[in-house]
């Protein structure tokens, strides 16, 4: 049985719509074994609209994602889902091929892959995609509002 966790409504915003330079964040258990397992909050920007060999279906974004953040929701400035948090660029595999050491270089899926309707009716996120979210937007309102939403699956 899972615990009853007041849940908040996400919305889910078109992920097409994400420009360069967007500020965006996401909450997260990076490395809980080390740091705990509290949600941790991490802020960057968009730095591009696709991912490797130009992949369309990815978004390039420089918050620092470490293991523990994958699928996590990737949220814009008005606390709208654009993506998920997938991966980082492999330090020892890009320090192989270009010689250099990539630094913040991470992807999140775009949420346009995942805003079907029946996900979209599942786990708290709105249908339609459009839930009011107060002005002004307050991030640190916003993210004791939805931690809940966000908990951290650990396999053995």
Same mark, same amino acid.
């Given at each position: 049985? @899972?615990?009853?966790?007041?849940?908040?409504?996400?919305? @889910?915003?078109?992920?097409?719509?994400?420009?360069?330079?967007?500020?965006?964040? +996401?909450?997260?258990?990076?490395? $809980?074994?080390?740091?705990?397992? /509290?949600?941790?909050? $991490?802020?960057?920007?968009? &730095?591009?609209?696709?991912?490797?060999?130009? =992949? #369309?279906?990815?978004?390039?974004?420089?918050?620092?994602?470490?293991?523990? &953040? $994958?699928?996590?929701?990737?949220? &814009?400035?008005?606390?709208?889902?654009?993506? @998920?948090? +997938? $991966? +980082?660029?492999?330090? =020892?595999?890009?320090?192989?091929?270009?010689?250099?050491? %990539?630094? =913040?270089? =991470?992807?999140?899926?775009? !949420? !346009?892959?995942?805003?079907?309707?029946?996900?979209?009716? !599942?786990?708290?996120?709105?249908? +339609?995609?459009?839930?009011?979210? %107060?002005? #002004?937007?307050?991030? !640190?309102?916003?993210?004791?509002?939805?931690? &809940?939403?966000?908990?951290?699956? /650990?396999?053995?």
């Amino acid at each position: 049985n @899972l615990p009853k966790i007041p849940l908040k409504r996400l919305a @889910l915003a078109d992920a097409t719509k994400v420009k360069i330079g967007e500020k965006v964040f +996401t909450i997260g258990y990076p490395v $809980s074994h080390i740091l705990g397992k /509290e949600p941790k909050y $991490s802020e960057g920007v968009v &730095n591009a609209l696709s991912g490797v060999e130009d =992949n #369309p279906k990815m978004l390039q974004i420089s918050v620092p994602i470490q293991a523990g &953040n $994958s699928g996590g929701p990737l949220f &814009n400035e008005r606390g709208e889902v654009i993506g @998920l948090i +997938t $991966s +980082t660029f492999v330090t =020892n595999e890009a320090l192989m091929l270009s010689g250099a050491l %990539p630094q =913040n270089v =991470n992807f999140a899926v775009k !949420s !346009s892959l995942f805003a079907d309707k029946a996900l979209a009716q !599942s786990k708290g996120v709105a249908a +339609t995609g459009f839930v009011p979210v %107060p002005v #002004p937007f307050s991030v !640190s309102v916003f993210v004791a509002g939805v931690k &809940n939403n966000i908990v951290l699956i /650990e396999v053995e």
